[in-house]
């Protein structure tokens, strides 16, 4: 079946403009999570959504950033006045939910110049 | 919160030698440990896991190790081969269901 898909793939944007990213989970998956990975680091959690929960957004680095998931289906991060920090591939992934496999997609490199 | 450390950041090996990366965590309640592998420029996938009611888990040339009480575990590699070569990640689930990742082992194997 179909995997985790993220859109776009390459975003490159300007100081101060705000980006959209967007997630596909995988169907019947109802946890969902971003992650941020810059260039030669770990990843880092920023938000968990579980089922219609609310949200654990105890990772988000500043109030710049914030998403939203509707039902268990897609999700979209938003990065407001994005800044050159921000560049970094933003990962997302799904599951079954509880403590198990997550499945990832295959990011969004995000640039911002 | 949840706090993963993990060594070495590089490791080199010959093909045919093991390898192994650990991982120590600060949470007790932390219950479940996964392992993922990210070749470069990929996406991260989950290459084996382990739950805190076991203490060990093969899957043909990998294995994890976790003692509880020493807050650690650990992933061996037998007999490498250059398609290992990759990023590898622990990550340590607690009571929340989020993961905390390690910042990753890249594992070089030459041939």
């Known amino acids: 079946g179909a995997g985790v898909s993220q859109s776009p793939s390459n975003k490159v944007t300007e100081k101060g403009k705000d980006v959209e990213l967007r997630c596909d989970p995988i169907?019947?998956?109802?946890?969902l999570y971003w992650y941020r990975q810059r260039l030669g680091q770990g990843l880092e959690f920023l938000i968990y959504f579980q089922g219609n929960s609310a949200p654990d957004k105890s990772g988000l680095p500043s109030d710049r950033f914030s998403a939203e998931r509707t039902g268990e289906s897609v999700s979209t991060l938003t990065i407001q006045r994005t800044q050159q920090e921000d560049s970094a591939v933003y990962l997302c992934a799904s599951s079954l939910g509880g403590p198990r496999e997550q499945y990832f997609g295959p990011g969004t490199r995000l640039t911002v110049t | 919160g949840e706090n993963v450390e993990q060594h070495p950041s590089t490791l080199s090996v010959q093909e045919g030698d093991s390898a192994v990366i650990k991982c120590t965590y600060s949470d007790s309640a932390s219950n479940y440990f996964p392992w993922y592998k990210q070749e470069l420029g990929k996406r991260p996938q989950l290459i084996i896991d382990i739950r805190s009611n076991v203490g060990e888990k093969k899957d043909q040339r990998i294995a994890v190790t976790l003692n509880k009480t020493a807050k650690h575990f650990s992933l061996h590699i037998t007999e490498t081969q250059p398609e290992d070569s990759a990023v590898y990640f622990c990550?340590?689930?607690?009571?929340?269901?989020?993961?905390?990742f390690g910042k990753g082992t890249m594992l070089l194997v030459s041939p």
């Open positions: 990550a340590a689930s607690g009571r929340y269901s989020t993961l905390t």
């Open positions: 169907s019947g998956h109802t946890a």
